[in-house]
């Protein structure tokens, strides 16, 4: 039980997964997550994050490179596997003539130790929906129906992908709050998710993907500091950008000047000092500390070099 | 949510699994009115339709009586229509969800979720075929089956090999609509080459002859000696030969094409 406790719960090494036509989705992935610990796999559509994880969910084999979960090789020791995780594809699954309850009730013939179908569906605040069909649920209802069927068999491992894809604000929220009641209670979560403020709010640590590979990870406040901090403003005209201090890395586009800097208070102060003392007047100055979301832009624009390759099995 | 001890529970077994799965299947069945028609209609109406066809036919030409032809006949309709036909449809219709995906993450293993798939279809082309038997008494006046254990082998092999091939046509069926159309191949080539609307007998000597080698041909000649007791001169191994051979290219199709998510 100890030399247990101590494999991490997701493990990855070189994954890598390409597809029947060529295409290389994911290209050498390595990551760990321990115990009890909320991931996130962030990118933008077609960055690998769903071949990654169907990949740890074991739906498929990968072309090179490991993958364990729960210390098992999570395609070819399925059966081992299996009982101890809970899965949410990032979409569908249910069939939609069948109502709440009746699927509800399929899942849990298949789900070792299936809790209650009342508890699961009041987790996820479908109480009261048992009887409607599946076809007449709402986007965001079905997601959470989704979500009530993965923690049917109190899942060790979570994998939510996308979670709150169609969900408004206070789903959003809801399922924020039972993602972090899970971690409390020693689940292991990892999602994928594009919203920023997702991972910001929920994961102990966070991956950007980018055509299959991972380009950044680490806690959400590592991968911040990672990333410079930027100050922009325009300069009169008259002003040429070579004026500005040598000290500043300065880009100029038209009068638009943005400089990005790790040692935002000291390039600052060099800033305003210089413009005090030729007293130029900085229209629209703007200096900003580094965020996850421009550590997301910035990785999402470096996409043109891409041939254009099947997206990532999703968004219809 | 509220705070839950992990409690190891009940674990599920193969049979829970496809109890649970045959259970939502079979609920599903009831609630699409096209399949509920396939399924529990259209046999009767086939079996009224190749009786009024037999009758244009003498028996000197059926080797059989009309009755016997009917029941034989009628039995492979059954199986065609409401194992390999609904089947194939419904096994579309929960790819195109993806419902076989979701499946897949779960517990229940990848024959599993087919055979559960399979579950409700196979009850009702039992059924079927016992009301078939019990009316063949009644109604058409014909004899017991002579030899039930031949029956049911041949019942038993049919819907294993059905649902096998049912499974490798979804592969190459993109919707629900078109497996009107896939399904028709199998089930003509069936009806004409393996005794169901015309007995085998009947066909001119090299057409027997290659019919002989069509998938149901086996199994329908193990149901033909079922009714009558009389199996063709060392053909039961042939046919026993027939469809152990296709049921092994079935199975290898399906592990090698079968498709669990749609083509995007």
């Not at chain 1, 364990?68 to 809970?86: F, M, N, Q």
């Not at chain 2, 199986?79 to 897949?104: D, F, G, H, N």
Request: charged residues 20%.
């Amino acid at each position: 039980m100890t030399a247990e406790a101590q494999t991490p719960a997701i493990e990855a090494t070189d994954l890598s997964r390409t597809y029947a036509g060529g295409f290389e989705a994911v290209r050498g992935i390595s990551l760990s997550v321990p115990r009890g610990e909320i991931f996130a796999l962030l990118g933008t559509n077609g960055a690998g994050k769903t071949s990654t994880v169907e990949l740890l969910e074991g739906l498929a084999a990968p072309t090179g490179g490991t993958a364990r979960v729960l210390g098992h090789d999570p395609y070819r020791e399925r059966t081992a596997v299996r009982p101890r995780i809970g899965v949410m594809l990032q979409e569908g699954g249910f069939p939609s003539d069948l109502t709440v309850a009746e699927t509800v009730r399929m899942w849990a013939g298949v789900t070792s130790g299936a809790r209650p179908a009342a508890e699961a569906l009041g987790a996820v605040g479908l109480t009261g929906r048992e009887k409607v069909r599946i076809k007449q649920l709402s986007g965001g209802e079905r997601r959470r129906l989704d979500l009530a069927c993965a923690l049917l068999g109190r899942p060790e491992v979570l994998f939510l992908d996308e979670p709150t894809t169609g969900l408004d604000a206070e789903g959003r929220r809801d399922t924020w709050e039972l993602v972090r009641a899970l971690r409390a209670q020693g689940t292991t979560v990892l999602l994928t998710t594009h919203y920023l403020e997702e991972a910001e709010a929920l994961a102990d640590r966070l991956a950007i993907m980018h055509q299959g590979r991972i380009v950044l990870s680490g806690t959400p406040a590592e991968v911040t500091a990672a990333q410079p901090a930027r100050i922009r403003f325009a300069l009169p005209d008259g002003v040429p950008a070579a004026r500005l201090p040598l000290a500043l890395k300065a880009a100029a586009d038209g009068d638009r000047i943005e400089i990005r800097t790790h040692a935002l208070q000291d390039d600052l102060t060099g800033l305003l000092d210089w413009a005090r003392d030729h007293g130029v007047r900085l229209e629209g100055l703007d200096a900003r500390s580094a965020s996850l979301e421009e550590a997301f832009l910035d990785i999402a624009s470096r996409t043109e070099d891409v041939p254009a390759g099947p997206k990532e099995s999703v968004n219809r | 949510m509220s705070a839950t001890t992990a409690t190891t529970g009940r674990p599920t077994t193969t049979l829970s699994r496809l109890a649970a799965l045959g259970r939502a299947e079979l609920t599903l069945l009831g609630r699409n009115r096209n399949n509920l028609f396939i399924a529990a209609a259209m046999p009767l109406l086939m079996i009224f339709l190749l009786r009024s066809s037999l009758k244009g036919i003498d028996e000197a030409t059926l080797g059989i009586s009309l009755g016997a032809a009917t029941l034989i006949g009628g039995t492979g309709m059954v199986l065609l229509l409401v194992v390999y036909m609904s089947l194939t449809s419904s096994l579309v219709a929960r790819r195109e969800e993806l419902v076989l995906k979701r499946l897949r993450t779960g517990e229940a293993t990848d024959a599993e979720i087919l055979a559960g798939a399979a579950l409700p279809a196979t009850a009702i082309a039992l059924a079927q075929a016992a009301i078939l038997t019990v009316g063949g008494f009644t109604i058409l006046g014909s004899d017991a089956p002579a030899r039930p254990d031949l029956l049911v082998l041949g019942l038993a092999g049919a819907i294993v090999l059905l649902a096998g091939l049912a499974a490798v046509t979804t592969t190459f069926t993109r919707t629900v609509e078109s497996a009107g159309l896939t399904t028709l191949p199998l089930f003509l080539v069936s009806s004409f080459g393996s005794g169901l609307f015309v007995p085998r007998d009947a066909l001119p000597g090299l057409a027997a002859d290659l019919a002989q080698l069509l998938p149901l041909s086996g199994v329908m000649e193990f149901v033909r000696a079922g009714w009558l007791g009389t199996a063709h001169s060392g053909s039961l191994l042939a046919a026993a030969l027939n469809t152990v051979a296709w049921g092994v290219l079935t199975g290898w199709a399906v592990r090698r094409w079968f498709r669990w998510e749609p083509r995007r």
